[in-house]
């Protein structure tokens, strides 16, 4: 019913920048809140960053605040996270996720029902 697809992932040299986008398509996407999403080989995914359904309401990880920033533009059923200052360990595969309820943002991969296939953002130092 809900389908995700990350977009954007590529090679960047540390402090440089780089947009993911997660295009989304099926049912009422666009009031669902989503979430970003990474794992690095031989680790666990872990929590980047979240938004409500509106965008008016985000959270961060401690590892990328200040440096990465989510957001979304519900007319095109998308969400996008601009990440500056990218360092090595910023290395990962990239997923979005989404849920088909909720009005608040969700930071535990256990509330997401949805799943995109990954990007590869990789940062050279």
């Known amino acids: 019913q809900v389908q995700l697809v990350e977009s954007g992932g590529g090679l960047v040299q540390a402090g440089g920048s780089l947009r993911l986008s997660c295009a989304a398509s099926?049912?009422?996407?666009?009031?669902?809140?989503m979430g970003w999403f990474r794992q690095a080989p031989g680790k666990e995914r872990e929590f980047v960053a979240a938004?409500?359904?509106?965008?008016?309401?985000?959270y961060y990880a401690d590892s990328v605040k200040g440096r990465f920033t989510i957001s979304r533009d519900n007319a095109k059923n998308t969400v996008y996270l601009q990440m500056n200052r990218l360092k090595p360990e910023d290395t990962a595969v990239y997923y979005c996720?989404?849920?088909?309820?909720?009005?608040?943002?969700?930071?535990?991969?256990?509330?997401?029902?949805?799943w995109g296939q990954g990007t590869q953002v990789t940062v050279s130092s």
């Open positions: 996720a989404t849920r088909s309820s909720g009005n608040r943002y969700y930071i535990n991969t256990y509330e997401y029902t949805y």
């Open positions: 938004v409500n359904w509106s965008g008016s309401n985000t």
């Open positions: 099926g049912r009422t996407v666009s009031t669902y809140p």
